[in-house]
């Protein structure tokens, strides 16, 4: 097997959703577009109408199409029927990839068998429980006997190999292949006339730092701001976002229309909050720096990564008071050199041509290593 081969190649994943899901489909088109067999396997319980759509498509455009199955998020009873769906489409493709991404996903790949390399993503999931939690015990255990079992494992970013060696162990073989976006994305982004002052773009998740947003705005509004900041996206936790707005007296001034695409969704405000608390290698964060986005986020996981030598701007995660001198800071004097070097430094290092080479190359490595050692 190498790079230029053309392969059969299966992605498995679970909930179509965030950056995940955009890497599956990206991987998927420019591969395809590359001259190799693709199909895809998904959830069919979760995932938005938009996705539903963009699936639609790609059943159309890929060589195996893509198929649905129940998955559930835990360990459950869907468990054996959705593997026993891997492991038949995998034998109808006469797949040489199974590549598994997130947690469920992984498992799935890892665990259907046959002659296929088995290539593992873990887009954080499981990586991002503490290793001392009963869930976390749990679902490392599960990782590290699925650990032999990887042929290649390749992490998004290398902080979340250093968490896997660290909680895991060693894999097999492993590469870093960061996330990447598309020339078109690079374009910049200008503001419509009626933009609020601040937007936020993810699920609406705890996780995601919204409650330090919210916290900001509040000791914002009683400083005299009265303008707006809009929160696109679905979660678990958008009612709590709503009932906390309401609690700090925001209410009027928020707003959650629902899901956007993100090129949208920044011409829709001045300024990009991303105050994560967990990430490995976010889309958001790239896609803003390609737009030439204003934003402050996190010091957390990869996002030092795409921030290279600026990421002592980065503010630390949970921290209501640093983010609100970082919002300060930006509406007073906008870091025009700031934006430029990010620019600069995801058009260079995180091309999505870049990344299915990436890709592609670990598999062709895995595949000599693995005929090796037999």
Not at 78 to 94: E, F, G, I, Q, Y
Not at 204 to 233: H, M, P, Q, Y
């Amino acid at each position: 097997m190498n790079s230029n081969a053309p392969l059969r190649i299966l992605h498995v994943m679970r909930a179509p959703v965030g950056g995940l899901f955009r890497h599956v489909v990206d991987l998927a088109r420019e591969q395809t577009a590359r001259g190799h067999s693709v199909g895809i396997v998904a959830d069919s319980k979760t995932g938005s109408p938009v996705a539903a759509a963009t699936l639609d498509s790609l059943n159309k455009s890929i060589a195996f199409g893509v198929t649905r199955v129940p998955m559930s998020r835990q360990v459950g009873t869907l468990d054996r029927s959705a593997l026993a769906h891997v492991a038949s489409r995998a034998t109808a493709a006469n797949a040489d990839v199974l590549h598994g991404h997130g947690a469920k996903g992984g498992a799935y790949a890892r665990l259907a068998g046959g002659k296929a390399l088995r290539v593992y993503t873990p887009h954080g999931g499981s990586l991002f429980y503490s290793p001392y939690s009963p869930m976390g015990l749990f679902y490392f255990a599960v990782e590290r006997w699925l650990r032999p079992r990887t042929d290649l494992a390749l992490f998004e970013s290398a902080f979340a190999g250093d968490v896997f060696r660290q909680f895991i162990g060693e894999p097999p073989f492993a590469r870093v292949v960061h996330n990447g976006i598309s020339k078109s994305e690079l374009e910049p982004i200008v503001p419509a006339p009626d933009a609020a002052d601040f937007v936020f773009i993810g699920e609406l998740r705890w996780r995601k730092g919204i409650d330090t947003v919210l916290e900001a705005l509040a000791k914002l509004s009683k400083e005299g701001w009265n303008g707006r900041a809009v929160f696109f996206g679905n979660g678990p936790d958008r009612e709590a976002c709503l009932a906390m707005a309401g609690k700090l007296g925001i209410s009027g001034k928020v707003s959650f229309p629902g899901e956007s695409k993100p090129r949208p969704a920044f011409q829709s405000g001045r300024m990009l909050l991303i105050p994560s608390r967990q990430e490995s290698l976010p889309y958001i964060v790239l896609e803003a720096a390609g737009a030439r986005m204003p934003t402050i986020t996190t010091n957390v996981g990869g996002i030092p990564e795409i921030y290279g030598l600026d990421a002592g701007t980065l503010v630390p995660p949970g921290d209501s008071a640093a983010l609100l001198a970082a919002i300060k800071q930006m509406r007073a004097a906008p870091p025009a050199g700031l934006i430029d070097r990010l620019q600069k430094r995801v058009a260079e290092q995180f091309s999505v041509e870049a990344m299915t080479e990436s890709v592609l190359q670990g598999y062709a490595e895995a595949a000599a290593r693995k005929a090796v050692s037999g």
